[in-house]
């Protein structure tokens, strides 16, 4: 089986919520994805045990992740 279509291919959870959580930040991730764990006690942690467990939360982490446009800061082909 090929990953090659897989944009996701490479990435594990953890960079995925980290980049999600650093980039939102917690409080508008949970209104993003309605889920407890973005909501009490918020960690990486606790989200990623629950995500884990829990494949439609992490069909929809991932759909963010991929819908989300993160500024490339340091690139050699961005513009000056």
């Known amino acids: 089986m ?3 279509n897989n944009p996701l291919h490479g ?3 953890e960079t995925i919520v ?4 650093n980039f939102y930040g917690y409080p508008k ?7 407890l764990c973005f909501k ?3 960690s990486i942690k606790s ?7 829990t494949p439609w939360a992490r069909e ?5 992740y991929l819908d989300t ?5 340091s690139s050699p082909w961005s513009q000056q």
């Open 2 to 4: 090929t990953q090659a």
């Open 11 to 13: 990435l594990t959870l």
């Open 18 to 21: 980290t980049k999600l959580v």
């Open 29 to 35: 991730l949970a209104s993003q994805i309605n889920i």
């Open 40 to 42: 009490e006690n918020p």
């Open 47 to 53: 989200s990623l045990k629950f995500l884990r467990k």
């Open 60 to 64: 929809k982490v991932e759909q963010l």
């Open 69 to 73: 446009r993160f500024e490339v800061k």
